[in-house]
């Protein structure tokens, strides 16, 4: 699908009010533990970016993977994004400058289109705000060698095929192994908060009148 017509359906679909939960249910482990959804009083605030951009007469969606580490997203699949910061004037901010320094996408050239709903990350504490931005060119992507170890780049066509949303078994920060449900994306996992803003997206989607 070409950049415009994805473009111009998405500043009319983030105009309506946002499904939030009813998308995020979508691709959470059932039964759904209601704590999921309890937000800290002492939680971090953070951003992400869901960038779109043109290549060969379709549009594509940047995903990162992380190095293995420690941490409890060691290895995992996200979109780019990071921690806000005091000189952040607002969390856009936050995507925009996470997203160039991860991925090399200058913030100056990103059209932010609006904003997801925010999910909070209880293992981090984390509550995270997606935002949809694209860019009318195709990036010179330079992905930061110790917060990246791989860009993947996922057609559109495929990101709202539902042949790829699965079931696996997955291990959470706890060690404890469960059923998830997930994208598949080049032979990835994508699970958990950012399949959780990616039900939330096909929700929209998929439900819009036009």
Excluded at 65 to 71: D, I, L, T
Excluded at 130 to 155: H, N
């Amino acid at each position: 699908m070409e950049l415009i017509k994805v473009v111009k359906k998405l500043e009319k679909l983030l105009q309506d009010p946002l499904p939030g939960r009813l998308g995020h249910l979508t691709m959470l482990p059932q039964p759904v533990d209601e704590k999921r959804f309890s937000v800290r009083d002492d939680h971090r605030k953070g951003a992400v970016l869901m960038l779109f951009y043109p290549d060969s007469n379709s549009s594509f969606v940047p995903f990162i993977k992380r190095p293995e580490y420690p941490g409890v997203h060691g290895g995992q699949i996200s979109f780019p994004g990071g921690k806000w910061e005091p000189e952040d004037a607002d969390l856009s901010v936050t995507a925009l400058r996470e997203a160039e320094e991860e991925i090399g996408v200058y913030a100056e050239k990103v059209t932010v289109l609006g904003k997801l709903s925010d999910v909070y990350i209880p293992p981090s504490n984390f509550l995270v705000s997606p935002f949809i931005g694209f860019v009318s060119e195709k990036p010179d992507f330079r992905p930061d060698a110790t917060e990246v170890e791989r860009i993947i780049s996922c057609p559109f066509p495929l990101l709202i095929d539902k042949e790829i949303r699965k079931h696996t078994q997955v291990r959470g920060s706890s060690g404890v192994s469960f059923q998830a449900p997930f994208f598949d994306i080049e032979n990835e996992v994508v699970w958990g908060a950012t399949a959780m803003m990616l039900g939330e997206f096909t929700y929209l989607w998929e439900n819009s009148k036009f």
